[in-house]
């Protein structure tokens, strides 16, 4: 994706024409590297998202908002006690660059007027939010501080004058002529593909503009800067202006491109991208909304991975564990089965005690057990008498007999809980929230498999449960998914009514899936894509003919102590699905 120059350059002239003028109302820091700044202006509220992620470093205006710390940051702190209440003068783009300064008039501590600057620096890992004052350029503080022992070329630290990043020779593309370009082109290394000349020369450009410019040129991005004839240059340039001159005027058409078949989006720009001309285009008047769309979502998955992965660590070490265990606890039993032996052998000892001397190693005895009598050899303890030997075989057949009932007790909770981990796995991979991530941790909290503060007693009335998948099957039938053990018993044991359809992989940790009928036969067809979620929803969503089980909900019961989510269910049928991206795509979602 390319969150590059000219996506800044259309975002500032979005700023300028919503947020210029606009009082600054609140100030929040959601996330360790993102601050949100709500904004009233003209009577309309704007909630204005920065972002120095490593991952997804960003700016816009969003329609989203996180849950906040209960406890504000020192840097969130700083913006508020510096440019809450103050208003927006000016929001401009250095050069072409990704970085945005926003001018802010506020009161100082003395009560007088002074203008600070925020400034966003849009670089990938080096991404970074800074407060300045405007007139001296002394950094204030700033979101990310970066000593001489992180960065030689450029500290970031309060009290130093603020320095733009290095261009490192790069050229401001919208002011360049063809001499100035020719120019650059005959001193670039002539073995450089055409569209990374393009982008490593000028500010602000992307690996995908630049290969806009090559399409619109009628060139092979691919070709190196050696294979250009005199003609093939002219276009190229001829090319790199008409785009430029679209920035300069403001030529601006935010869209996204789209896969139509599993809706993943490909693509997004401010400009028209002529290189996916027969691909699906969805348009918009705001790059924010654009911007908004895409980055909401894959932030979301970024920082769901990325706070999971502790989680994800422990449940698979304790997961492992568990598999040895049962492992180990399936040949013990099989073991145990063959106790039948020393019980034999204790027979037949004590049975020829008299005939048995001791200090001997072993000895061939009659076994009366068979029908004829055939020789049995019963190895011996040289040091025990023949009486200790018949105890020493009973012992270990009581023993093997004891662990044998024990172990069929065990195997199954060792089962269930193998079961519930990898349950507990399924559920992250669902997770589209951090609110759900949240959730399963509370609830492994309280299960004893995460140190925390058991909060199974506590209800938190502010706290916003997540909401399961909702669907709408092609005969208009509600389908609803659950993403974790919360929702599965919720939609379970709370929501469906006693003669909804629920549907569940078989043997395969996985989510609960309810088919409300309204007094309605279901459709094979409405079964048929509520199996088709229930596979994809589940440990088996890449696999073939995945069995799927379904019941009427009144057949579903919930064992007490079960874990959560652990259900079990009678009268049941099965159907085979193979669930694919291209047809979970075709099923409607319903509108939250």
């Not at 082109?185 to 450089?192: E, M, P, Q, T």
Request: proline share 4%; hydrophobic share 35%.
């Amino acid at each position: 994706m390319s969150f590059d120059g000219i996506v800044t350059n259309a975002l500032v002239k979005e700023f300028k024409e919503t947020i210029t003028g606009g009082r600054i109302d609140k100030i929040y820091q959601q996330e360790k590297d993102e601050i949100l700044i709500h904004i009233r202006n003209l009577g309309n509220n704007y909630k204005l998202l920065l972002s120095a992620s490593s991952n997804n470093p960003r700016a816009y205006l969003t329609d989203y908002s996180k849950q906040n710390p209960n406890t504000p940051p020192m840097f969130c702190m700083f913006l508020r006690k510096q440019l809450q209440g103050g208003i927006i003068l000016d929001i401009n783009q250095h050069e072409l660059d990704r970085i945005i300064t926003i001018d802010v008039k506020s009161l100082d501590e003395m009560g007088d007027i002074s203008i600070k600057q925020l400034i966003i620096e849009i670089m990938g890992k080096h991404s970074n939010i800074i407060l300045i004052d405007k007139s001296s350029e002394i950094i204030l503080d700033s979101i990310k501080r970066v000593p001489e022992s992180i960065s030689r070329v450029r500290q970031v630290l309060p009290g130093l004058k603020y320095q733009y990043p290095p261009s490192n020779d790069k050229l401001n593309p919208l002011y360049i002529n063809f001499d100035t370009f020719l120019n650059k082109l005959d001193n670039n290394n002539k073995n450089v593909q055409v569209f990374k000349f393009l982008y490593k020369n000028f500010i602000g450009l992307s690996p995908l503009i630049s290969k806009e410019i090559c399409y619109r040129a009628h060139i092979d991005e691919r070709l190196t800067i050696n294979a250009l004839t005199k003609l093939d240059v002219k276009n190229l340039y001829s090319s790199f202006n008409s785009l430029m001159n679209d920035v300069l005027e403001k030529n601006f058409n935010p869209h996204f491109i789209k896969n139509d078949k599993t809706n993943e989006i490909l693509a997004f720009h401010a400009l028209n991208l002529s290189q996916y001309e027969c691909m699906y285009k969805i348009s918009n008047q705001s790059i924010s909304a654009i911007l908004d769309n895409y980055y909401h979502k894959k932030d979301t998955i970024d920082r769901i991975k990325q706070k999971s992965l502790s989680i994800r660590k422990t449940i698979q070490t304790k997961l492992e564990r568990d598999l040895n265990k049962l492992a180990k606890q399936k040949q013990e039993l099989l073991d145990s089965k063959k106790r039948e032996k020393y019980k034999i052998y204790g027979d037949l000892i004590s049975a020829n005690i008299y005939k048995i001397d001791r200090g001997i190693d072993s000895i061939d005895l009659e076994n009366f057990y068979t029908e004829n009598l055939d020789l049995i050899n019963i190895p011996l303890d040289p040091k025990l008498s023949p009486s200790q030997n018949a105890q020493k075989y009973y012992k270990k057949y009581t023993k093997l007999k004891n662990a044998s009932k024990l172990l069929e007790k065990e195997i199954p909770k060792t089962e269930d809980e193998i079961e519930y981990l990898e349950n507990i796995l399924v559920s992250i991979e669902n997770c589209t929230e951090i609110e759900e991530l949240d959730e399963i941790k509370e609830e492994l909290i309280n299960e004893g498999y995460l140190k925390g503060k058991n909060r199974k007693k506590k209800k938190d009335k502010k706290q916003n449960s997540s909401k399961p998948y909702h669907f709408i099957s092609s005969d208009g039938f509600h389908i609803y998914v659950g993403k974790n053990n919360k929702q599965n018993d919720y939609l379970t044991l709370r929501f469906a009514n006693k003669e909804d359809i629920w549907l569940h992989t078989k043997d395969i940790p996985g989510s609960h899936v309810i088919i409300r009928k309204e007094n309605m036969e279901v459709p094979q067809n409405t079964l048929y894509e509520a199996a088709i979620l229930s596979a994809f929803y589940s440990k088996s969503k890449n696999s073939e003919n995945v069995a799927v089980d379904y019941t009427e909900k009144k057949h579903v019961k919930k064992p007490n102590g079960a874990k959560p989510g652990m259900v079990i269910y009678e009268q049941n049928s099965t159907i085979y699905v193979t669930p694919k991206i291209e047809e979970i795509s075709k099923i409607k979602k319903a509108e939250v």
